[in-house]
């Protein structure tokens, strides 16, 4: 269905992002799109700058085995053992690919700390980084200190347009998400109808 929306879909070294109000399910949104490049054996880096490696790995964990949040801790023998199944020889006869969640710090992270650490993981791994998720755009800065950041769509159109930069650059799949501000849904009318 989102494909049908994109004209054919995401596309290598674009800037995919999706906005939203206030706990209307961006992030998890995110790693959903994420865990689905993953199962076409893409290798994906998920950046997180709000929530802790730990919760979106435990929310990774369990929209692999299709089960809630507290079922992973219960059994967490049975889930160590068939993630592991899974990354060793994918489902379906089709090998996944690598996901990595990288926490990076809400305040001061910019195009250029993730295009670092992209060339790292790169470096460090051997393997090529086939798209990103960035979760989310509010939170990152833009490389050029002249640029106010009080200034949240000055901030947000810069980081938006260096993040798309970014996904040239490496030619990855990009996405990310932005929140809508309460102003911004109290004064619009969003008819999700034909969506």
């Known amino acids: 269905d989102i494909d049908d929306k994109l004209y054919g879909g995401m596309n290598n070294g674009e800037l995919t992002f999706f906005v939203g ?3 209307t399910g961006k992030s998890l949104f995110l790693q959903n ?3 689905n490049w993953i199962t076409m054996g893409k290798n994906i880096i998920y950046i997180t700058l709000e929530l802790s490696e730990e919760l979106v790995g435990l929310r990774f964990d369990a929209m692999i085995l299709n089960v809630g949040s507290k079922d992973v801790f219960s059994s967490m023998d049975t889930v160590a053992v068939e993630l592991g199944m899974i990354g060793k020889f994918g489902t379906k006869g089709k090998k996944w690919g690598r996901l990595q969640i990288k926490k990076l710090p809400e ?3 910019t195009i250029n700390t993730i295009r670092a650490y992209i060339k790292e993981y790169e470096i ?3 393997i090529k980084v086939d798209g990103i998720c ?3 755009l509010d939170l990152l800065y833009p490389n050029s200190g002249k640029v106010d950041i009080n ?4 901030k947000d159109k810069y980081t ?3 993040l798309r930069g970014l996904a040239s650059e490496f030619n990855i799949l990009c996405a990310t998400a932005s929140q809508l501000n309460r102003s911004s849904v109290e004064a619009q009318h969003f008819d999700a109808s034909h969506i």
């Open 21 to 23: 109000g206030p706990g």
């Open 107 to 109: 305040a001061g992270t």
């Open 134 to 136: 960035v979760d989310y």
């Open 160 to 162: 938006s347009e260096e």
């Open 124 to 126: 460090q791994t051997g």
């Open 33 to 35: 799109l994420a865990l």
């Open 151 to 154: 200034s949240s769509f000055t």
